[in-house]
C-alpha cells in the first residue's frame, strides 16, 4: 500500500494497516489507512472529496457517508478535534487537509522486507524441565509452517535460537536477523492441558500488532499451529489461497507420543556429541508408536548416519540401518525435504553412491530450498568432499550462512568450505566467529581445530582440538586431528603419544580405522598406514568419503605411498 511514516508522534505502517504510539498500537480497517495515505500523499493540500472517493472506491458507488465514517475513524484513533484540527482538517464544501507533518520513517534494519519474521523460542513455563524440549519444538514447528507461507520470510531456526535465554531488545533481534516483525510466547503443559501465548511484535517500536492465548487439550496442539500460522498471515496481510491454508500443518502424524518424541530426537540430534545416540532412541520410539512418520524415520535415518560418520559406531550396527530409515521416510512421503536429504546422506556415507546422493540433495533442495541441512551437507560433504567441486560447494555454504546468519553451524561449515577451497585465512576467521556463536558446541570447535589445522596453525589447531576433545569425550575425529597437528608441529613424541592412546581405545571399543590410518601416515609408519586402511575398505568406514578423498588436503600424506595408490585400485575406491 505504501511506506511508512510518522504524523507526529504517530507512526503510520500502510502494510499493516496499523497506527502506534507510545506502546499502544491501533488497527485500522483497509479503506481507512487508504484514506489517511491518500491525505498524506498530499500534505498540506486539500483533496475533493471527489478525488478521495475515486482513489479510496475505483469502479465501485459509494456515498460521501463512507469518506465521512473514514475521516471520523481517523479522527478517534488520532484523538483529533474537528474545531481545533491537529491532524485532519475539513475544507467546508471542498474535501480534507492533512495538516500533520509527515515525516518518512526509516526501519531500523537497512534492507528489511516488510513481510518477515524471526519465531524466538517459546519459554517453557512447565515444572517439568522434559517440557523444554516441547517449548523449542513447538517454536520449530511454528518456523516450518511460517515458512510454507510465499510471500513471507522467515529467520532460520538456528539463528532464533541465537536469543534463547537472552534479554535483547526487539530493535536489536530486528537488525541482526533482518526482520521487521518477531513472534515471541510461552508454553505451559500440564498433564493433556496446555497453554501457549504468542504475540507478534513490530521490532521498529516494540509495539504489538496481535496477541492471542490458547488453551486447549493436548490433541488441538497441531491446530493451535494453524491458527498462529494463519493469524500471522492475516495479520502482516498476506493472502493465502484457501486449499493452501488447509495445507500449511501437516503432522505428519495423530499420536501425540510419537510426535513428542521426534520433537524430542530432533533437540538432541541438533547438539550432535553425545545427544546423536540419544536422539536415535527418541526416533525408534516415535517409530514404533507410528511405523507410518516419515518426518520421524527422517530424523533416525540422519542420528544413524551421523553417528556413522562421527565414528561413534561401528558402520555395520549404523549405517544398514541408516539407510534403511532414509528409505521409509521417502516412501512414506516423496514431497518431504527432510526424507529426501536423509537418503541422500545414507546413499553418499553408507552405500557410497554418489550419483543418488546428488540426485536426492538436489530434490531436498528443489522442495525446501530453506532447509539449512540439505545445503550445509550438500556443500561440504557432496560438492567438496566428493565431487571436488571446491568454488561450488563454498558458494552453497554461503548460502546456508546468509539464511542462517547467527547459526554457529552454519558459520562453521562455510568455514570448512573456505578452507577447503584454499580460502585459508576466511576460513580460520569465519570459524573463530562460529566457536563466538556457540562455544559451548564441540561441532564448532572441532572445525575450528580442522580449519587450524589446513592453515597450518599448529599451536592454535591443537590447542581448539583439546578443547574439542574436552567437550566431546575425546571424539576420534578430534583425536587424530590434535596428534596430526602436533607431528607437523614437530612435536612427534605428543603425536605418539596420541597414537597409543588411540590403539589402546580401538582395543576395548571402536576407534574409525580411516583415522587410524591417516595419523599413521603422519607418522610414517607405512605398515600400519596399509592395514588400517584396508580395514576402513573392508567396514566400509564412512570416513573413507571425508578422510581419503583426495580433494581433503591431510590425505596427501596417504596417497603419497605408492602401495595406498594401489589398494585404492584394488578396492575401486575413486
Known sequence: MGADFRLGQWLVEPNLNTVSRAGASVHLEPKVMEVLVCLARQPGKAVPKDQLLKMVWP???????????????????????????????TIPKRGYRLVATVETYTSPAT????????????????????????????????INVLSQIERLRVAARTSSFFFKGKHADMRQIGEQLNVRTVLEGSVRKVGDRLRITAQLVNVADGYHLWSERYDREMKDVFAIQDEIA?????????????????????????????YLLYLKGRALLYRRGGGIQRAAECFDRAVKLDPDYALAWAGLADSYTTLGYNGLAHPHACMPKGMEAARRAVTLSTSLAEAHTALAMAALVGAWDKQTAEQEF???????????????????????????????????????????????YAHAIYAFSCSMAGQHAKGAQTARRAVEIDSESYLTCMILQSVLLLSRDFEDSVAAGELALMKSGRTSWSLAGVGCA????????????????????ARRQYMPPTYLALLAAYLSRENDLIGYSREAFAIRDPSCQFHFSRYWPPSERLYAYPRFRDLLSEVGFE
Open 362 to 408: 538436489l530434490r531436498a533442495l528443489e522442495l525446501n530450498p530453506r532447509y539449512i541441512q540439505a545445503r550445509a551437507w550438500y556443500a561440504l560433504f557432496y560438492l567438496q568432499f566428493s565431487a571436488g567441486r571446491l568454488a561450488e560447494g563454498m558458494a552453497q555454504a554461503k548460502l546456508a550462512l546468509e539464511a542462517d546468519p547467527l547459526s554457529g
Open 111 to 142: 534492507g528489511v522486507t516488510q513481510d518477515s519474521i524471526a519465531v524466538l523460542p517459546f519459554i517453557n513455563m512447565s515444572a517439568d524441565v522434559e517440557n523444554e524440549f516441547f517449548a523449542d519444538g513447538i517454536t520449530e514447528e511454528i
Open 230 to 258: 494463519q493469524s500471522i498471515a492475516l495479520r502482516l496481510k498476506l493472502t493465502l489461497e484457501s486449499e493452501r491454508l488447509e495445507q500449511l500443518v501437516r503432522a505428519g502424524t495423530t499420536n501425540l507420543e510419537a
Open 59 to 89: 469502479e465501485t458507488f459509494v456515498t460521501d457517508d463512507a469518506l465521512t465514517r473514514s475521516i471520523s475513524e481517523l479522527r478517534r484513533v488520532f484523538e483529533d478535534d474537528a474545531r481545533d484540527p491537529r491532524i485532519i482538517q
Open 486 to 505: 602436533l607431528a607437523d608441529w614437530g612435536k612427534v613424541a605428543d603425536a605418539e603419544a596420541i597414537y597409543a592412546e588411540m590403539l589402546a581405545r
